[in-house]
C-alpha cells in the first residue's frame, strides 16, 4: 500500500469555476477526514467520514462544498462558485477505527493546493 | 470548544543540540494527541501518537510526553540534525470522533 493519495496535487482556477479534488486512503481505513491549511495556520477539519456515511461537517463547509463517499473507498470534495478565499491546501486522511489494536492514528495525504485567480 | 497552541511559533538552534517543543490544549477529555512533521508545501508525516492512557512515546532521537491532567505535551529531540529543519504540528483527537484540532504549529530551524 502506497498511503494515502490525492490527486490533483496543484490546482490553479479562475474564481467562479467547479474544482473536483480526489482522495484514495489507506485501503483497510474506514474513516475519512477533510481538512483545510492556509499559510501559517494549522489544518481545521472540515468533514469526515465512517465508510460511506458522511458524519459531520465543520461550519467551514459551506453550501458551496460538497464531499463524497460513495462506496465507502475514495472519497472527492467539490467546491463550486470558487472565491478567492478558497485559496489553500486541502488535505486527505484515513484511519481505521474499532478493534483493540486500532490507535485512530490519522495518516495523511500529500494535499491538493488550490489557487483561485 | 478544544483550543491548541504551540509554543515557540519558531525556534532556530545549532546542529547537535536536544530541543523541546511545547503544546498546550485546553480540553482534557481527548482521545489520543498526535505530532506532525510538515515540509514546506508537504503533507503531514506523523510522528508519535501518544494514548490519553498513556505518559510518553519514543522513536529513535524524538520523545513525547502527556500530562493530560495539566493540558500539556512535549516533544523532546536529541541531537538535532539539519534535515531535522521542518514545522513540527500537534493535533488532539476528540472523543468520540477522533477529529483532530491541531495547533499553528512551531517552525524549527537547525542551522549547520
Keep these: ?117 | 470548544k478544544q483550543e491548541v497552541t504551540q509554543i515557540p511559533a519558531a525556534l532556530s538552534v545549532p546542529e547537535g543540540e536536544n530541543l523541546v517543543l511545547n503544546c498546550s490544549f485546553t480540553d482534557s477529555a481527548i482521545y489520543n494527541l498526535q505530532w506532525f512533521r510538515q515540509d514546506p508545501g508537504k503533507g503531514l508525516t506523523s510522528l508519535l501518537l501518544i494514548q490519553s492512557s498513556q505518559r510518553e512515546q519514543t522513536s529513535g532521537r524524538l520523545n513525547a510526553s502527556l500530562d493530560k491532567s495539566s493540558g500539556r505535551s512535549t516533544l523532546y529531540i536529541a541531537a538535532s540534525q539539519p534535515g531535522d529543519s521542518a514545522t513540527y504540528l500537534c493535533a488532539v483527537a476528540h472523543m468520540g470522533n477522533e477529529k483532530l484540532t491541531f495547533g499553528t504549529g512551531t517552525r524549527l530551524t537547525i542551522i549547520p
Excluded at chain 1, 490525492?6 to 473536483?20: A, E, M, S
Excluded at chain 1, 501559517?40 to 463524497?68: C, I, M, V
Aim: proline fraction near 3%.
Design chain 1, 1 to 117: 500500500d502506497t498511503g494515502v493519495s490525492q490527486d490533483p496535487r496543484h490546482k490553479i482556477t479562475k474564481r467562479g469555476q467547479n474544482v473536483t479534488f480526489r482522495c484514495d486512503p489507506i485501503s483497510e481505513h474506514n474513516r475519512l477526514y477533510w481538512y483545510r491549511q492556509t499559510l501559517g495556520q494549522g489544518p481545521e477539519f472540515l468533514t469526515y467520514f465512517q465508510n460511506e456515511a458522511q458524519l459531520e461537517k465543520s461550519r467551514l463547509l459551506s453550501d458551496r462544498f460538497s464531499a463524497e463517499r460513495p462506496k465507502g473507498s475514495f472519497s472527492t470534495l467539490e467546491i463550486q462558485r470558487t472565491e478567492q478565499g478558497d485559496s489553500a491546501m486541502y488535505l486527505c486522511a484515513s484511519s481505521q477505527m474499532g478493534g483493540a489494536s486500532n490507535t485512530g492514528e490519522l495518516f495523511f495525504g500529500e494535499g491538493s493546493r488550490l489557487t483561485v485567480l
